[in-house]
């Protein structure tokens, strides 16, 4: 997979979030993939779609304010704005084996 390629699949993530498009996130991820946050470490493809897809219906939109691609990961920093106007800013390392996402470390910002 080319280094464009895998920035493309990135950005497809994150406006899947933004459009609620569940199918989209579904193809993107690996069977095995793990999700990592301090809430949440370790949770696997099942656990992450029960607890973190939810979420997608309080988000707004996103800003990709950081695209770095190093080996597999993709290192990206967003500003996102929150239906109730609230915006925050995280940075997530999305780590790929062949043409899927097998893992993401999610690191919390702050508000913004």
């Known amino acids: 997979m080319s280094d464009s390629q895998r920035?493309?699949?990135?950005?497809e993530i994150y406006a899947a979030y933004e459009n609620g498009e569940r199918e989209v996130v579904e193809?993107?991820?690996?069977?095995?993939?793990?999700f990592f946050?301090?809430?949440d470490p370790g949770i696997?493809?099942?656990l992450y779609f029960?607890?973190?897809w939810p979420v997608h219906?309080?988000?707004?939109s996103f800003e990709?304010?950081?695209?770095v691609e190093h080996g597999d990961?993709?290192?990206?920093?967003?500003?996102?704005a929150k239906t109730d106007g609230r915006r925050f800013r995280n940075t997530e390392i999305q780590t790929f084996a062949g043409e899927k996402i097998v893992k993401t470390e999610v690191y919390f910002g702050w508000d913004l």
């Open 7 to 11: 920035l493309q699949r990135v950005r």
């Open 27 to 34: 193809r993107l991820l690996s069977d095995d993939y793990e």
């Open 37 to 39: 946050s301090p809430p």
């Open 44 to 46: 696997g493809r099942e």
């Open 50 to 52: 029960e607890r973190c």
């Open 57 to 60: 219906e309080t988000i707004a």
């Open 64 to 67: 990709l304010v950081r695209l």
């Open 73 to 80: 990961e993709v290192v990206v920093t967003y500003e996102s």
